[in-house]
């Protein structure tokens, strides 16, 4: 009978088989172990691509290319003892509940806890597990190889049972730190360094890694150029080519709506925006004179240099700056405002690299990984997190929940051409309809409607499906101009909305005409487990944010585009709750509420 294969979430169930050893030793003495084993098959695919230079970067899990979709791990508290059953069974299932398939373990933390890789094993998150080297450089001499040597042996041997684990990588970033020499080495001494990097993680790492688990992949580093790298003697001259291996990417100063600015990358396994914490959580943390944007407090707590400015000139290129003279509401608002944009940029760049995965332009492209840094944080202040300090969703985690669905249109613009493409993950082509809808800023009822039936999208792809002249499509609809009027638009089937509804802005918002004071009014109830939260509207309300300060819990939705007048939204808690307390600490805001 064949077994039944381990599949990652969105692809198939995760079965396990119990297996017990039993070590018996002089008759007297028993040992017996139990644990669950799983079978399934992994491949690093690295070969050449029609109409393009280069290699590709994918993975096939059973035999299957799977599109990765994902986050960066790192550690979930400055201190690891603290790291209970209940965090961690927390943080991963926020990861499957945001539709991500997979975590890279980054290698500047730590190896996880056993309960961790099981949890992960549990839920199919697949694992790209970093050793422990990250930005920095590593001496060779005998004793600190003898340690290294126990250690990768250890770790190999302890996790290599785990169906989750994919691929262990040697470094974070090492590669091109040589590369680019980010340390200023002399050039007199730089082959001195390149032996050391062999040295450490080919001629040790790799040989342990190879000897102890042949059944997955290993790479030297990330980003690499892959068998590149290893044809170039370990190092490539760029590694961050595109046309090879996976990708960093970070871009923080230019307008991050520009899709044309991010890397048509083999796969991207790092890129990311900075956001604050919601205030509930900063709260717990500080006091009163620490509420404001320039406070000590925020300071100290912004370790990445300039992010806080950054974050406020990212933002500001598409959104009215908060003007309010009462520090505490403009760091509330600030903070509100950070969370649209880290949103709104992580959504632009992911979802171009899932509408690359099929197609190769100037011979870029076959994207195959969008793992965006990073999933959680390690304590109370900006980060790059989607998930807070303690578990609470961001924005950006309600909209990964999005732009990570199975079945998922996308919009973009090119030299005023509006295209949409259906990109899917599923396993068998899919027949649709596609809905678009635009709307005037100032009305609630659509300008217009146009629906496509009979859409194909083929499983495991991401094709076009529509493309009109921008300035077409606004004249037939009532004469809209880019400033008073938005898109959106949605696969259907027999009439209903099959995955997300999607949003194209025009232009910026603050350049929006017609935008209302929406006058949102919400009542909660009890439905079982969970609570409903009834929404009425008058008008049109972009990103609107529902907090329940520190009740520990998520929404069915959040940061969302309010375009009918009423709508149901859910609350499921993770701990007892009732609607009293719920009412008393219960927040809304909408764009039109930044002054």
Same mark, same amino acid.
């Given at each position: 009978v064949p077994v039944e294969l381990w599949w990652p979430s969105g692809h198939g169930n995760q079965p396990?088989?119990?297996?017990? $050893?039993?070590?018996?030793?002089?008759?007297?003495?028993?040992?017996? /172990?139990?644990? !669950?084993?799983?079978?399934?098959?992994?491949?690093?695919?690295?070969? +050449?691509? #029609?109409?393009? +230079? *280069?290699?590709?970067?994918?993975?096939r899990i059973n035999g299957l290319p799977i599109f990765m979709k994902g986050s960066n791990w790192i550690p979930a508290d400055s201190f690891p003892d603290k790291v209970n059953s209940k965090m961690l069974r927390l943080l991963l299932q926020s990861t499957v509940d945001a539709n991500m398939n997979i975590l890279r373990i980054w290698g500047g933390g730590l190896y996880e806890q056993d309960e961790f890789y099981e949890i992960c094993d549990e839920l199919g998150i697949m694992i790209w597990q970093d050793f422990m080297f990250a930005c920095a450089l590593y001496p060779t001499n005998q004793d600190y190889l003898d340690t290294v040597r126990g250690e990768i042996t250890h770790q190999v041997k302890r996790l290599k049972h785990h169906p989750s684990i994919i691929l262990w990588s040697g470094n974070n970033e090492n590669e091109v730190a040589l590369s680019t020499n980010w340390f200023s080495i002399p050039s007199a001494q730089m082959n001195l360094y390149f032996k050391d990097y062999v040295t450490l993680y080919v001629d040790n790492i790799r040989e342990i890694v190879f000897a102890e688990d042949q059944s997955r992949p290993f790479i030297a580093s990330s980003p690499t150029n892959g068998l590149e790298s290893i044809k170039e003697g370990w190092l490539a001259r760029n590694p961050y080519d595109t046309h090879y291996g996976d990708t960093h990417y970070y871009n923080y100063l230019n307008d991050?709506?520009?899709? &044309?600015?991010? #890397?048509?990358?083999?796969?991207?396994?790092?890129? *990311?925006f900075q956001s604050w914490p919601s205030f509930s959580t900063l709260v717990q943390v500080s006091v009163e004179e620490d509420w404001s944007y320039t406070s000590n407090f925020s300071m100290h707590r912004q370790h990445h240099a300039g992010g806080n400015d950054e974050m406020l000139?990212?933002?500001?290129?598409?959104?009215?700056? #908060?003007?309010?003279?009462?520090?505490?509401?403009?760091f509330k608002q600030t903070i509100y405002l950070t969370q649209i944009m880290q949103a709104q940029c992580v959504k632009t760049e992911t979802e171009f690299y899932r509408r690359s995965q099929s197609e190769i332009v100037n011979g870029e492209g076959r994207t195959m990984g969008a793992l965006f840094w990073q999933l959680n944080d390690i304590w109370q202040g900006p980060s790059w997190a989607s998930l807070e300090y303690g578990? /609470?969703? !961001?924005?950006?985690?309600?909209?990964?929940?999005?732009?990570?669905?199975?079945?998922?249109?996308?919009?973009?613009?090119k030299e005023n051409i509006f295209y949409i493409y259906g990109v899917s993950d599923f396993h068998s082509d899919c027949s649709l309809a596609l809905k678009i809808i635009v709307y005037n800023w100032s009305r609630m009822d659509p300008v217009c409607t146009l629906t496509?039936?009979?859409v194909i999208v083929k499983a495991g792809s991401a094709v076009p499906i529509y493309k009109e002249p921008i300035n077409d499509l606004l004249k037939r609809c009532g004469n809209c101009t880019r400033q008073s009027c938005v898109i959106t638009f949605h696969f259907e089937?027999?009439?209903? +909305?099959?995955? +997300?509804?999607?949003?194209h802005f025009l232009s910026s918002l603050k350049n929006a005409k017609g935008l209302k004071n929406p006058h949102i009014h919400a009542s909660i109830s009890q439905e079982g487990d969970?609570?409903?939260? $009834?929404?009425? &509207? &008058?008008?049109?309300?972009?990103?609107?944010?529902?907090?329940?300060?520190n009740i520990p819990g998520r929404f069915s939705d959040n940061g969302f585009f309010l375009t009918e007048k009423q709508r149901l939204i859910f609350f499921y808690p993770w701990e007892t709750t009732n609607? !009293?307390?719920?009412? /008393?600490?219960?927040?809304?805001?909408?764009l039109t509420d930044i002054s």
């Open positions: 396990g088989y119990n297996m017990t $050893a039993m070590f018996i030793m002089q008759e007297e003495y028993k040992i017996i /172990k139990h644990w !669950k084993v799983y079978f399934r098959t992994v491949e690093l695919v690295e070969e +050449p691509i #029609p109409d393009s +230079p *280069g290699l590709s970067f994918y993975f991050c709506w520009d899709w &044309t600015l991010y #890397p048509r990358a083999r796969f991207a396994s790092e890129y *990311g000139q990212q933002a500001g290129l598409h959104f009215k700056l #908060p003007q309010v003279v009462n520090p505490v509401e403009n578990g /609470k969703w !961001k924005m950006l985690h309600y909209f990964a929940k999005h732009f990570f669905a199975p079945l998922l249109p996308v919009a973009h613009e496509i039936d009979d089937t027999e009439d209903e +909305p099959s995955g +997300p509804i999607n949003c969970h609570f409903q939260f $009834a929404l009425e &509207t &008058t008008a049109i309300a972009p990103f609107v944010w529902l907090d329940v300060g609607v !009293k307390e719920l009412e /008393k600490s219960f927040s809304l805001t909408s």
